[in-house]
């Protein structure tokens, strides 16, 4: 069996800000709206359709995505340049740094609805431990 993830919903308070954002920061086209949804495809056919809820009905999400290490100094710019906080941890307690996480580099940032982003260079488990 060949099963695939091929879209999700991310709730927003403002569905195309959400979109923007995201697609500033990773350097992806925004869709055509489409009914509710604002899409940004992946460069693997995954859609993340954001669609407007009220905020109070917002809960937070973690959305990661694995990019090369070209990529990531790009976003990584990007993310200074806008004075977007970051963090080298999901927990905040380690802010304006990344991380080195299985020999690679990563960082957490949030997205304008409150939802955890994280930008990796190597999937978890695939290299070097990480230090204790």
């Known amino acids: 069996m060949s099963v695939e993830l091929n879209h999700t919903i991310v709730h927003a308070r403002d569905n195309r800000e959400s979109a923007e954002f995201l697609a500033h920061f990773l ?9 509710p949804f604002i899409p940004v495809v992946l460069s693997n056919g995954v859609t993340l359709d954001f669609a407007a809820i009220p905020a109070e009905a917002i809960v937070m999400q973690h959305y990661a995505f694995l990019v090369t ?4 100094d790009q ?14 941890d999901p927990h905040g307690k380690q ?24 930008v990796i260079t190597r999937p978890y488990g695939s290299g070097e431990p990480i230090a204790s």
Not at 75 to 87: E, G, L, P, S, V
Not at 102 to 113: I, K
Request: aromatic share 14%; no cysteine; net charge negative.
């Open 27 to 35: 350097d992806l086209e925004v869709g055509t709206e489409w009914g």
């Open 95 to 118: 802010p304006g740094e990344i991380n080195r996480n299985d020999g690679g580099r990563g960082m957490y940032f949030m997205d304008p609805a409150g939802h955890g982003m994280e």
């Open 75 to 88: 976003i990584f710019r990007r993310i200074q340049d806008a004075k977007i906080t970051y963090w080298a």
């Open 69 to 72: 290490e070209e990529e990531f």
